[in-house]
């Protein structure tokens, strides 16, 4: 493993129940990451999502990709927690084609198509060999203000 959750939370502002990633299982600066979700029956989206056939919404997997964007930018150099925000601009081509259930280890691999300022990602969800969702997304970096926060 690469990275755990405390370190993630190194680079990432978000906190639970807004972390979507558990784990950095390899990286490639400038090029690729490859992240882990753990989906449990305690994630508390999933008491409302479905009540009596729990799904982790395509929005919380899109989410997980631009966050694993995020770290991608951190280990190639692009984005400093400490001195930038990382927004994200928009998501094409977003396809969701299964379920995602509590027990599955949801896989997020996202690919650098463009990195700056202005990223542009490629990625995708898969629980074993099965793809779940995939995407193509832009994010911008930029430096933090006194009177702002946030992240992709």
Not at 8 to 20: A, N, T
Not at 21 to 50: C, M, N, W, Y
């Amino acid at each position: 493993m690469l990275l755990d959750a405390v370190q993630l939370q190194k680079i990432l502002p978000h906190r639970y129940p807004f972390l979507f990633l558990d784990r950095v299982l390899a990286a490639t600066p400038g090029e690729s990451i490859v992240a882990q979700k753990l989906v449990s029956i305690g994630d508390p989206i999933l008491q409302g999502h479905f009540p009596g056939y729990p799904i982790l919404p395509g929005v919380v997997q899109v989410e997980a990709m631009a966050q694993a964007a995020v770290v991608l930018a951190n280990l190639s150099g692009v984005f400093d927690p400490a001195l930038h925000n990382c927004f994200f601009m928009g998501i094409q081509e977003a396809k969701f084609r299964a379920p995602v259930v509590p027990g599955d280890v949801l896989t997020i691999e996202v690919k650098a198509q463009r990195l700056g300022r202005i990223g542009k990602f490629s990625g995708e969800t898969r629980v074993g060999d099965q793809v779940k969702s995939s995407g193509v997304f832009t994010a911008i970096v930029e430096p933090k203000r006194a009177d702002a926060g946030g992240a992709a």
